[in-house]
């Protein structure tokens, strides 16, 4: 008879980062005895459970004391095995992943024992062979409902981690570390990827996983180089990987553009190769500090967002990419045939909005607005000038418009750029942000601001404001 189907390596996972404490509660909600294969793992998990169920953590000490009381501990292997476990573990993160992996072993284990006690059943030769089909089918079926994952979850799952879609450890433990963190730096906690713009990031959060952010703006108002900008700072200053989709320019320009960007140097200069040495010199480091970061560039073969959804997940699971950038939506297609463009771009902005939160990494997409804005007095954007689909606005997560009023009156605010952020799903509502320009070489970067002399303060005054 063959092995049943388990996963060593998974079940010492799934209880090192149980020993760990800090997913007690969220494993010990997704998981039963049964769904370990070996005894040991089996009572050891039934130990660990019931010191949850005490309020006492999961440690190796006092799992050890537990085992103790249950007469357990030498039969698993004693003190030096719970010790295995928790450095077998580390302090890996991916605690979901391995739960499905023992649920579904689990689940195989169990279908495979209830269809060999009904093949048992018939080869008795039985009165009623009906029935005990019957009873087979009823129990495969109220087994499958138990493994079945429901997209469902209650308040407590949420709560415990054991559902979240964001991080396994319980809801209330991450927010005193968001607590904790305002406590020592004083400064709030950012859930996000900082976007390298100072005061964008004081206000909101706008590279959160699973947001879809569209970046939308007239033709050369610098919505590309908005987010080559924030694709610099992520994967080169922070060094996180960053993959660009590029509809409308080549990977060559692209990167000419970034070379730009860290020099200084216009882009028209570059292009014509009007370089001092000195320029060149500076192209020379930029071009090493570039060669070190992870971007990936798609040039080719990404026009259709069913190419995009599966460069993205591969780059995903490879690369474990932070952030993903489109330029831009308008270019792109859905494939198959559509009722018109309208509903294409829908089918498009919905599909980039599912892939986000399926692969927890914020999208950066670039749109066009309508020829609306030229006609409006102080040409200011609104949402209702996105252009081709009214969906965009609803399944984007942020909308940040690019207004740059020195492009209808060069007298007027000259140098500057204003960020407008139209919509945050997940945040409050956020002032406009200015910022400088600098479209030779398409840098955009904070504005300083006059330093005030600070008054001496008395000791009251420099406590933490939530010690005062």
């Given amino acids: 008879m063959p092995t049943p189907p388990h996963s060593k390596e998974s079940e010492m996972m799934v209880l090192g980062c149980m020993l760990s404490g800090r997913y007690a509660l969220a494993i010990g909600s997704a998981l039963d005895c049964n769904d370990f294969y070996f005894s040991e793992h089996k009572i050891i998990f039934q130990s660990l459970k019931s010191l949850h169920a005490a309020g006492k953590p999961s440690d190796i000490h006092l799992a050890a004391e537990e085992l103790k009381k249950m007469a357990e501990l030498q ?66 079926i109220h087994l499958s409902k138990r493994y079945s994952s429901s997209e469902m979850a209650s308040i407590g799952e949420i709560l415990s981690g054991a559902k979240s879609r964001i991080d396994p450890i319980p809801l209330i433990e991450r927010i005193e570390e968001r607590q904790q963190y305002y406590k020592r730096h004083n400064k709030p906690f950012m859930t996000g990827i900082p976007t390298g713009f100072i005061d964008l990031d004081q206000e909101t959060t706008i590279l959160e996983e699973t947001n879809l952010v569209i970046v939308a703006a007239r033709p050369a108002m610098g919505k590309t180089a908005l987010a080559i900008n924030m694709a610099n700072h992520v994967c080169v200053e922070l060094q996180k990987p960053v993959s660009i989709f590029s509809l409308e320019m080549g990977a060559d320009q692209l990167v000419e553009r970034f070379l730009s960007l860290r020099t200084g140097i216009p882009g028209e200069r570059i292009k014509r190769g009007i370089l001092m040495d000195r320029d060149f010199l500076r192209l020379k480091e930029e071009e090493n500090a570039l060669r070190s970061a992870k971007l990936f560039i798609h040039d080719q073969n990404c026009s259709s967002v069913t190419q995009i959804i599966s460069k993205a997940r591969r780059l995903k699971e490879e690369e474990d990419v932070s952030l993903f950038i489109v330029d831009y939506l308008q270019l792109m297609q859905a494939g198959g045939k559509s009722e018109s463009r309208q509903y294409e771009v829908a089918e498009i902005s919905r599909r980039l909005k599912l892939l986000a939160m399926e692969l927890k990494t914020p999208f950066i997409c670039i749109s066009q607005l309508s020829r609306k804005v030229e006609e409006r007095q102080g040409h200011r954007p609104m949402m209702s000038d996105l252009r081709d689909s009214g969906q965009i606005e609803q399944d984007s997560d942020v909308v940040i418009f690019i207004q740059r009023r020195e492009y209808y009156d060069p007298q007027d605010k000259p140098g500057i750029a204003e960020l407008i952020v139209a919509k945050n799903r997940n945040g409050g509502s956020t002032p406009s942000i200015s910022l400088h320009f600098d479209g030779k070489c398409g840098r955009f970067s904070n504005l300083a601001k006059p330093q005030k002399e600070s008054p001496v303060k008395t000791e009251k005054e420099l406590a933490h404001p939530l010690l005062r």
């Fill in 75 to 140: 039969k698993v292997g004693g003190v030096a095995y719970l010790t295995d476990l928790a450095q077998f573990a580390g302090t890996s993160a991916h605690v979901h992943e391995y739960i499905e992996i023992l649920k579904t072993k689990s689940y195989s284990r169990q279908a495979f024992q209830l269809l060999e006690e009904g093949k048992k059943e018939l080869l008795n030769d039985p009165v009623d062979p009906g029935g005990i089909v019957e009873s087979t089918h009823s129990k495969l």
